[in-house]
């Protein structure tokens, strides 16, 4: 059987079965799902990783307390706004 990634011609021990029931076998050799399906995963958590950074550096916002943090949601502001290390600093300002 010949393999449609690779384009090599294998036996049918290194395919395995998309469905076992009616005998239907993978178009790709073991090795070459392997290997594709490590490729996909590892190119999404790159892609994955770069979104989230552009994320993070567009979501940083300066407080009046002088400290910079990053808030995605609103949540994350109010959540600040009430921290003693915000409220501390803005009463040493006052």
Do not use: P, Q, W
Not at 50 to 60: A, D, S
Not at 73 to 94: E, G, Q, V, Y
């Amino acid at each position: 059987m010949e393999c449609t990634k690779c384009h090599k011609v294998k036996g049918f021990n290194d395919f395995t079965y998309k469905n076992e029931k009616d005998k239907i076998y993978y178009m790709y050799c073991d090795f070459c799902r392997i290997k594709y399906f490590s490729d996909e995963e590892k190119n999404y958590r790159e892609r994955a990783n770069i979104e989230y950074n552009m994320r993070k550096l567009e979501n940083t916002v300066k407080c009046e307390c002088g400290i910079n943090y990053v808030c995605f949601r609103d949540f994350h502001m109010i959540r600040h706004l009430n921290s003693n290390k915000h409220k501390k600093l803005m009463a040493t300002k006052k």
